[in-house]
């Protein structure tokens, strides 16, 4: 019997690989996208490799658009993972056994170095949808994440602390939020992630002074009496903030 061609060294660079923490936020919970695998039922970031011609950020974003639907998504690299052991017992071999497909199961026996990056988008608009070696694709709230496949849980904690110090000097909610929201709902968002609770009185006049929100004349319907106002980000100063940077920290 012939063995099958190897497609994956046909298409992508050896060697290189590429992990997605997708963090969405619903119900006042941050949460991150997750897949499981067919056979083992291990969960794992969204992943892939790098073309040819492509570069990281190209294939990131590549990668992200077939699990999620959506394009011009935020996405910012934070580390390198390069543990000459982290590719070792990948699950993906168990199905590719099945198949007795000896080309791939030598790929996926490579050692990866992987490129992690963060990806902050609208939950109510992404599609989550499987890759090959997956049969579900999933949110998870951050608190309902067990162990992850090779060295994903230690790349999904790496992404959250990137994403909490980038609080610090870089405005975060317009890629998490609905396009108009109330100042509480803002504020549960950055307490989630920072995992301690703010000052309301200080977290409003901090959030204002910024200059990256507009305040709008119509409150949010459906609540208490006197509900809260809704606010928009700014888009020119939110873009601006975000190339320059914010004062202060939390």
């Known amino acids: 019997m012939n063995q099958k061609p190897n497609v994956y060294q046909d298409l992508f660079l050896n060697h290189l690989s590429l992990d997605c923490v997708v963090f969405g936020f619903h119900d006042s919970q941050l949460k991150v996208l997750l897949l499981r695998m067919k056979r083992t039922k291990d969960w794992a970031l969204p992943g892939g490799f790098v073309k040819p011609d492509e570069t990281f950020e190209v294939a990131a974003s590549r990668v992200l658009k077939e699990r999620t639907g959506l394009g011009d998504i935020f996405l910012k690299q934070f580390k390198i993972f390069s543990d000459p052991l982290r590719s070792q017992n990948n699950p993906i071999v168990s199905d590719l056994e099945e198949e007795k497909d000896k080309g791939c199961i030598e790929w996926f026996h490579q050692r990866f170095i992987s490129v992690g990056f963060y990806a ?130 939390w």
């Open 120 to 249: 902050l988008v609208d939950f109510s608009k992404a599609e989550p949808t499987p890759d090959f070696f997956s049969d579900q694709c999933s949110w998870k709230a951050l608190d309902e994440v067990d162990a992850l496949m090779l060295d994903h849980t230690q790349i999904l904690t790496k992404a959250l602390e990137t994403l909490r110090l980038q609080l610090n000097y870089q405005p975060i909610g317009y890629n998490l939020l609905p396009d108009k929201f109330t100042m509480p709902e803002l504020q549960k968002l950055y307490e989630t992630i920072l995992g301690k609770e703010l000052d309301r009185r200080n977290f409003q006049r901090r959030m204002l002074s910024y200059g990256i929100l507009n305040k709008l004349e119509e409150r949010k319907t459906g609540g208490a009496h006197k509900s809260p106002f809704l606010y928009e980000f700014n888009l020119g100063n939110y873009q601006k903030a975000l190339q320059v940077g914010l004062y202060g920290g």
